[in-house]
Nanobody, 124 residues
Framework: QVQLVESGGGSVQAGGSLRLSCAAS????????LGWFRQAPGKEREGVAS???????TYANSVKGRFTISQDNTNNTLYLQMDSLQPDDTAMYYC??????????????????WGQGTQVTVSS
């Protein structure tokens, strides 16, 4: 079992920045992929960024160049640095972990552990 707890959400104006954190606990040694996903009201959940056990990141086209995913293995924490935020980035952001080795980390279907989410609101 893996437990995930997100923090760092909030309200910012367009052009601002936020850093989300996701603390992982439990059987963290079984994790192959970590990812950030978001869901805006009335929309489907979508992938934002992911990182595999080798530290290789992938990003959705909509956030490339603005968001950075990183991880600190010493304290089992995943981060999402979000810069140049826009109103379209407003959503509930979720951290997720997958224990399926060798899969593509950008595929949402492989994630079997999810956090409770943290709200990000960007005003114009």
């Amino acid at each position: 079992q893996v437990q995930l707890v997100e923090s760092g959400g909030g309200s910012v104006q367009a052009g601002g920045s936020l850093r989300l954190s996701c603390a992982a606990s439990g059987n963290t040694g079984s994790i192959y992929c970590l990812g950030w996903f978001r869901q805006a009201p009335g929309k489907e959940r979508e992938g934002v960024a992911s990182i595999d056990s080798n530290g290789i990141p992938t990003y959705a086209n909509s956030v490339k160049g603005r968001f950075t995913i990183s991880q600190d293995n010493t304290n089992n924490t995943l981060y999402l640095q979000m810069d140049s935020l826009q109103p379209d980035d407003t959503a509930m952001y979720y951290c997720a972990a997958s224990t399926q080795y060798g899969t593509l980390c950008r595929q949402m279907a492989i994630y079997n552990y999810w956090g409770q989410g943290t709200q990000v609101t960007v005003s114009s």
